[in-house]
């Protein structure tokens, strides 16, 4: 077997994306944290957005176009991007403006926080600060890459927020992730299909969907090329803008 059928490489393009959405309309009605009813088949489909703001906007407008909101999870520690920076300020804006909403992706690895007082002071600072730079309401949260500790946190909300990792979230709702670019668990399209759940929480991350079938490393690779691109190509034309020499310039 190759490792493209391994890992399933070609589940995760965008237009297997807008099936899968399709396919759990079919069982699940979209709800959002804020307004989902236990006794109900919902499902709370969430985005960490851990590598590409460019691509959650695109899964953000199929999600539109399926006539599906969603809630997009922002890092401010992020590694691949810059939450503060106009471009992707301007993206976040788009996806609120398509009707999805958004959450904290909380980096405990940056605080390396083991108590509580101290992690609500820091969700609700974060919290503070996504909802003043978007302009939008924040509130919900999920932890990055959680480790046995944060795992451990089980309340229903800290600081206000709601908390993705609540004990009935991780007890009475179903759940399947992308995480790493492929199925660790449950395979999505299984889940979806025989909609056994009677609720569900889905999480995926942007980046791991793309045009056509590639290795979740070449994924990866791509946003951090594409971002390193854009990033000299700014800085070249600033350079023209101002009438500067642009030394070393091929
Ligand atoms: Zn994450």
């Given at each position: 077997m190759s490792l493209a059928e391994k890992f399933h490489?070609?589940?995760?393009?965008r237009d297997n994306y807008r099936l899968l959405l399709r396919k759990a309309k079919e069982n699940y009605v979209f709800r959002s944290y804020t307004d989902y009813r236990a006794d109900e088949r919902f499902v709370l489909w969430r985005h960490d957005v851990d590598l590409s703001v460019h691509a959650a906007y695109k899964l953000a407008v199929i999600e539109a176009e399926e006539g599906i909101s969603s809630t997009y999870f922002l890092l401010p520690h992020c590694e691949f991007y810059n939450m503060l920076e106009a471009e992707v300020v301007g993206k976040v804006h788009d996806i609120l403006a398509l009707g999805h909403r958004i959450g904290l992706h909380f980096d405990?690895?940056?605080?390396?926080?083991?108590?509580v007082a101290t992690l609500e002071g820091k969700l609700r600072f974060e919290a503070d600060l996504l909802s003043s730079v978007f302009e939008a309401p924040v509130e919900v949260f999920s932890f990055h890459n959680p480790d046995a500790w944060m795992l451990q946190q089980?309340?229903?909300?800290y600081a206000g927020l709601i908390n993705t990792y609540a004990e009935y979230f991780q007890t009475s709702v179903g759940y399947c992730s992308d995480s790493n670019g492929y199925w660790r668990h449950r395979r999505l399209p299984e889940v979806l299909e025989r909609a056994e759940d009677p609720c569900l929480q889905i999480l995926t991350h942007p980046a791991w969907w793309v045009e056509s079938p590639a290795s979740p490393r070449d994924r990866v690779l791509k946003c951090v090329q594409g971002r390193a691109e854009q990033t000299m190509r700014k800085y070249d034309q600033g350079l023209e803008l101002y009438g500067r020499s642009n030394v070393g310039e091929k």
């Open positions: 490489y070609s589940d995760f393009t405990n690895d940056f605080y390396r926080i083991k108590d089980r309340d229903a909300t």
